[in-house]
């Protein structure tokens, strides 16, 4: 499987401000996922990116409040902006690799808003 | 949105028994996923089953891909220690013979697993 890196694994912000977590992997794959994973539940998908076109969003997750960035294959960002304790969630990215349907995670991001 | 029933909410077992967890959905599903995920970490992929009627082992862990296409269980015998976890299924609902991209997650399976 590929080789997915988070940064930072977490952080704990105050309320208004943003922040922006990275995800590197190691090979060159087409589709990159953003889920939220509130405490004590499961996984919710947040937007759908892709290389060289606007992320797609979920509903009920807006891009003013979650932009993201797909600059090349292998590198995409999440931004949490304006922050409400409400945000305080683990982050996780994941790819698609190799074979279609099939996602790897990394290994989240733990946020906490005061 | 889509849902994904997966059972049992949580389980309390002792090291050596074997366990058995299943998702169900009113949708037909391409692809059935079952992850691990343990304290501080992102979901780990078990196993991927890909053909309605698949049973693929890995390990003590054995997936099937129900014949209706809308259930899936995990077993695994003989139950370590190192077992605990939280279990999720995740699959692809079928949209007209293609995969609508959006991976759909049960709500987790808690196991805890007693020395």
């Known amino acids: 499987s590929a080789v997915i890196s988070q940064k930072p694994s977490r952080d704990i912000c105050q309320r208004g401000t943003s922040l922006t977590i990275q995800c590197q992997v190691d090979?060159?794959?087409?589709?990159m996922f953003w889920y939220r994973q509130q405490p004590g539940q499961s996984l919710t998908l947040i937007a759908t990116?892709?290389?060289?076109?606007?992320?797609?969003?979920e509903s009920g997750f807006v891009i003013d409040k979650f932009p993201i960035s797909r600059p090349n294959l292998t590198f995409s960002t999440l931004t949490v902006s304006n922050m409400s304790p409400e945000d305080s969630s683990i982050y996780l990215c994941?790819?698609?690799?190799?074979?279609?349907?099939?996602?790897?995670f990394g290994p989240g991001t733990r946020l906490t808003v005061l | 949105g889509q849902q994904l029933n997966q059972s049992p909410q949580s389980m309390f077992i002792q090291e050596g028994e074997d366990v058995s967890m299943n998702c169900t959905s009113s949708?037909?599903?391409?692809?059935w996923l079952w992850y691990k995920q343990e304290p501080g970490e992102g979901p780990v992929l078990l196993i991927a089953l890909y053909k309605a009627g698949e049973l693929t082992s890995n390990g003590r862990l054995t997936a099937q891909f129900g014949i209706t296409r809308k259930d899936s269980f995990l077993n695994i015998s003989a139950s370590i220690p190192s077992d605990v976890g939280i279990y999720f299924c995740?699959?692809?609902?079928?949209?007209?013979?293609?995969?609508?991209?959006?991976?759909?997650f049960g709500q987790g399976t808690i196991l805890t697993v007693h020395p």
């Open positions: 090979s060159q794959v087409t589709m």
């Open positions: 995740a699959g692809h609902i079928n949209a007209g013979g293609t995969s609508y991209g959006k991976l759909t």
């Open positions: 990116a892709n290389q060289g076109s606007e992320a797609t969003y």
């Open positions: 949708s037909i599903f391409n692809t």
């Open positions: 994941s790819v698609e690799y190799l074979t279609p349907d099939t996602q790897y």
